[in-house]
């Protein structure tokens, strides 16, 4: 793989990763009048092939548990929508938008009912559109369910489905190189701290090149730990295998279908054109390793097909088109994201830790980290909640919409 040395020796902020969440905050320092500073952005592979946003179901929900992260989805729908008057009315920008078939939530106990009855008054509160359908509802909306062991279901049909993530990360890629970010595909293999361990001085690349840098943006995704550990630092950040299946029905659905979350744990979506995108994992779910992208094709037979022609008989005859092993960047703290500074190291700044919901999240991500960078708070939503002073403190988040 070959590797690029950048122009200059110094930088004020260097982002370490170039997938969704270095490339929202790239463009969205680049986009910020109040910024003059330089940027460099190291991706250690341009071809983004392994990396967790190549990987993605690329669907954004607003059915949370915390108002936060309602309200930050919410903000990743307006910006998907509103994309080319984000970036400036440039007219090479293409019109995007959201596929909303909804996320439908199927609970098959009481206390499980109970609790998309609580997160639906959050998601009410905070301006979401769920809502709550009884079993017997859900069957006259959408036939094709087994819903005998159902006890309630939750669905949102306004910007709740799929979005072209990838349309997105490639434009703010571009527009953030034409407005002077430096993009390089490098490594970084070392950082270095000031004697008093209070500030990161360099950082060195794969390619000898040392880079005196202002501020350090963690954006490595499910390597954020090794990333951090070069700093002397812990986060609580591992890789956990996802998998994905790409499959065609012999009788596809009248209508679409919405991204079903199953009691189970699998979840299975509109693809189009008869075909259809199902995720899970294995009740194993240990740390793997971090190009250990292999699959499990016994998960399949044994366990996810099963549950899919259950909960939808008209999946008892289809066929697998394609499949693939991805990684979450799994927060083992409490799944959510990691933000903000180090509680010591200042300018090591934590974009880490989304746990499978990264893509959704990366406009606001992006744009809370640029408003951190620059004025050294959060300005368009308060993200104080995600910074990292809350794992020195143990004070966990609490989010129960985690899939």
């Given at each position: 793989?070959?590797?690029?040395?950048?122009?200059?020796?110094?930088?004020?902020?260097?982002?370490?990763?170039?997938?969704?969440?270095?490339?929202?905050?790239?463009?969205?320092?680049?986009?910020?009048?109040?910024?003059?500073?330089?940027?460099?952005?190291?991706?250690?592979?341009?071809?983004?092939?392994?990396?967790?946003?190549?990987?993605?179901?690329?669907?954004?929900?607003?059915?949370?548990?915390?108002?936060?992260?309602?309200?930050?989805?919410?903000?990743?729908?307006?910006?998907?929508?509103?994309?080319?008057?984000?970036?400036?009315?440039?007219?090479?920008?293409?019109?995007?938008?959201?596929?909303?078939?909804?996320?439908?939530?199927?609970?098959?106990?009481?206390?499980?009912?109970?609790?998309?009855?609580?997160?639906?008054?959050?998601?009410?509160?905070?301006?979401?559109?769920?809502?709550?359908?009884?079993?017997?509802?859900?069957?006259?909306?959408?036939?094709?369910?087994?819903?005998?062991?159902?006890?309630?279901?939750?669905?949102?049909?306004?910007?709740?489905?799929?979005?072209?993530?990838?349309?997105?990360?490639?434009?703010?890629r571009r527009q953030s190189r034409e407005r002077g970010v430096e993009w390089?595909?490098?490594?970084?293999?070392?950082?270095?701290?000031?004697?008093?361990?209070?500030?990161?001085?360099?950082?060195?690349?794969?390619?000898?090149?040392?880079?005196?840098?202002?501020?350090?943006?963690?954006?490595?995704?499910?390597?954020?730990?090794?990333?951090?550990?070069?700093?002397?630092?812990?986060?609580?950040?591992?890789?956990?295998k996802r998998y994905t299946w790409i499959f065609k029905a012999a009788q596809p659905l009248d209508r679409d279908l919405p991204l079903t979350i199953d009691p189970s744990g699998v979840h299975v979506r509109e693809n189009g054109s008869g075909t259809y995108q199902c995720g899970g994992h294995s009740d194993h779910d240990p740390a793997v390793d971090y190009d250990d992208h292999t699959m499990d094709h016994s998960l399949w037979e044994n366990h996810i097909w099963p549950i899919l022609a259950t909960r939808i008989p008209q999946f008892e005859a289809i066929k697998v088109q394609s499949e693939w092993a991805g990684h979450y960047a799994m927060n083992t703290f409490d799944h959510n994201a990691i933000m903000g500074p180090h509680t010591e190291l200042s300018n090591f700044i934590f974009l880490n830790g989304f746990s499978g919901h990264g893509l959704q999240q990366s406009p606001a991500m992006g744009r809370g980290t640029a408003e951190w960078l620059t004025y050294g708070e959060y300005r368009a939503l308060d993200m104080t909640p995600f910074n990292y002073a809350r794992i020195t403190a143990d004070q966990p988040i609490v989010e129960k919409a985690v899939i």
């Amino acid at each position: 793989m070959s590797r690029q040395s950048p122009t200059r020796q110094s930088y004020d902020v260097v982002i370490i990763g170039g997938a969704i969440m270095g490339a929202s905050t790239a463009w969205f320092l680049s986009d910020n009048e109040d910024f003059n500073g330089s940027v460099l952005v190291v991706e250690r592979d341009m071809t983004y092939e392994s990396c967790s946003t190549a990987h993605t179901n690329s669907c954004m929900r607003q059915q949370f548990s915390t108002e936060l992260n309602v309200r930050i989805s919410q903000f990743a729908a307006d910006f998907v929508k509103n994309i080319r008057s984000y970036m400036g009315g440039d007219e090479r920008v293409p019109d995007l938008g959201i596929r909303s078939f909804g996320y439908m939530y199927l609970a098959d106990t009481d206390a499980f009912a109970d609790v998309l009855r609580q997160n639906q008054r959050v998601q009410l509160a905070a301006g979401a559109a769920t809502q709550l359908m009884t079993a017997a509802q859900i069957k006259e909306a959408y036939p094709f369910y087994n819903v005998d062991d159902i006890v309630l279901g939750s669905i949102n049909l306004v910007d709740e489905g799929y979005w072209d993530g990838a349309a997105v990360n490639d434009w703010w890629r571009r527009q953030s190189r034409e407005r002077g970010v430096e993009w390089i595909q490098n490594e970084v293999v070392a950082i270095s701290s000031d004697a008093a361990g209070t500030r990161v001085e360099s950082v060195t690349l794969a390619s000898g090149d040392v880079i005196a840098c202002g501020q350090v943006v963690n954006a490595s995704g499910p390597r954020a730990a090794r990333t951090a550990k070069m700093a002397g630092i812990d986060v609580p950040v591992e890789p956990r295998k996802r998998y994905t299946w790409i499959f065609k029905a012999a009788q596809p659905l009248d209508r679409d279908l919405p991204l079903t979350i199953d009691p189970s744990g699998v979840h299975v979506r509109e693809n189009g054109s008869g075909t259809y995108q199902c995720g899970g994992h294995s009740d194993h779910d240990p740390a793997v390793d971090y190009d250990d992208h292999t699959m499990d094709h016994s998960l399949w037979e044994n366990h996810i097909w099963p549950i899919l022609a259950t909960r939808i008989p008209q999946f008892e005859a289809i066929k697998v088109q394609s499949e693939w092993a991805g990684h979450y960047a799994m927060n083992t703290f409490d799944h959510n994201a990691i933000m903000g500074p180090h509680t010591e190291l200042s300018n090591f700044i934590f974009l880490n830790g989304f746990s499978g919901h990264g893509l959704q999240q990366s406009p606001a991500m992006g744009r809370g980290t640029a408003e951190w960078l620059t004025y050294g708070e959060y300005r368009a939503l308060d993200m104080t909640p995600f910074n990292y002073a809350r794992i020195t403190a143990d004070q966990p988040i609490v989010e129960k919409a985690v899939i």
